[in-house]
């Protein structure tokens, strides 16, 4: 199976977005410049964010966009959702019933090769819906020993980082 690139920027944008202070909000742009991704490609993916809940986007010339609800309550399964939509990777077109030969009348039992990607993609939802953002943030957290990553982020927060009310 392969993700679109839109998945690893938007996990990557919801974990920067997840170092705000509370009233803090980032630019599309801004996230963009941090990733070294293209602002109309991201903007896309963080507007589907904002659509699934993951995101608040906030209006107007000190807005962007922050988190919707705390990175323990977003999973990594959420993120993919909203980009990639909720059908599942794989679907049969039930191609048995086509070409010269196809099988007489409509099949009595469920294709089971779909049925076998069904249980593939069940046990791959179950997994990312099990890893949160604040778990992702653990795992940074404990391999930058030299706090390289960390450093990396507070810069450019301290440059980028908007105030804003809370809601």
């Known amino acids: 199976m392969k993700l679109s690139d839109g998945v690893e920027q938007a996990i990557h944008s919801v974990t920067v977005l997840s170092q705000l202070q509370p009233e803090g909000v980032l630019s599309a742009a801004a996230l963009a410049e941090f990733h070294g991704v293209s602002p109309s490609y991201l ?19 000190t807005g962007g966009y922050r988190l ?11 993120i993919v959702l909203a980009i990639e939509g909720q059908a599942p990777a794989f679907r049969c077109a039930e191609i048995r019933q086509r070409g010269p030969n196809p099988l007489p009348g409509k099949p009595a039992a469920p294709c089971r090769i779909n049925a076998a990607m069904l249980r593939a993609e069940r046990a791959y939802r179950a997994e990312l819906a099990k890893v949160s953002i604040a778990d992702v943030l653990k ?3 404990a391999e930058d020993a030299g706090g390289a990553i960390a450093a990396r982020g507070c810069a450019f927060l301290a440059i980028n980082e908007r105030r804003r009310a809370a809601p």
């Open 68 to 78: 919707a609800r705390e990175p323990a309550r977003i999973s990594l399964l959420d």
């Open 139 to 141: 795992e940074v957290s």
């Open 43 to 61: 903007l896309k993916h963080l507007q589907a964010l904002s659509g699934a809940g993951v995101l608040a986007a906030l209006p107007g010339p």
